[in-house]
Each structure stands twice: as C-alpha cells, then as structure tokens.
C-alpha cells in the first residue's frame, strides 16, 4: 500500500500540484541543484523559519527527489515570504518527524502525516 501511495501522490504532486503552487507568489520553495542535469529544481512545500534555520518533514524521505539531490548537494536555496535566502540543507534521521510536525504549520503538517510513508526531518541553516 504505502509504494502505490507514494507513487500516486507524487504523480500528483508532480504533474498538477506543485506546477500550480510554484506560481503563487508567497508559497515556500525550496531550490535544489538536480543531481543529474544540475539545473535548479524548485519544490513547493511547508515549514517554519525558526531563528536562522528553516525546518521542515519530507513525507517520503529519500525518496523524495528534493532529497536525494540535497544528498548529492546539500548547498539550496529557501523562498520564505517572497524572499530567497541561500542555506545549507542537514537531513536529521535521529529527529522525531511527528513531534517536529506539531512545530510546523498545521494544514501542510496534517498532509504529511497523512500521505507520508517515511518522514524525515530537514534543516536548513540560513546564509542570509
């Protein structure tokens, strides 16, 4: 069940959500450098600014691709409010994503845990 899931729910993301959401002008996105093309890949997600770090869950850890790619590169950059700040991306197997997701924004924290198979936590510390 959770592999149909996941590969529903990133079909989705893929090809109707995330479109959609990049194009509004204060949603949150996170730049990675593709792994393979090293063109900048923008996702469209949920989290808090917390001092000068941004935390958020990835719903399906590395399998994400935003994941894998901070993995090959961990340099990306953070849109929060508008804005683009450069940072260093630190996945945090040993975090408790759930209690970490009570920390976060409700409506995107409540899909995570709902969609998600294999949490994972992810903290950028902020350049700027």
Do not use: C
Not at 37 to 61: A, D, N
Not at 66 to 76: H, L, M, S
Not at 98 to 110: C, E, I, Q, Y
Request: no cysteine; aromatic share 6%.
């Amino acid at each position: 069940m959770s592999d149909r899931r996941f590969r529903a729910t990133t079909a989705f993301q893929r090809h109707i959500a995330n479109p959609l959401t990049r194009l509004l002008p204060f949603q949150t996105l996170l730049e990675t450098r593709g792994r393979v093309s090293g063109e900048p890949r923008r996702t469209p997600l949920g989290g808090r600014r917390v001092g000068e770090s941004f935390w958020l869950v990835s719903e399906f850890g590395t399998k994400s691709q935003y994941v894998r790619n901070i993995q090959a590169d961990p340099r990306v950059r953070v849109r929060i409010g508008g804005r683009w700040h450069h940072g260093t991306a630190h996945l945090l197997p040993d975090d408790d994503p759930v209690a970490r997701l009570r920390t976060l924004p409700k409506g995107n924290s409540m899909a995570v845990k709902a969609l998600g198979t294999q949490l994972l936590t992810i903290r950028v510390d902020l350049a700027d």
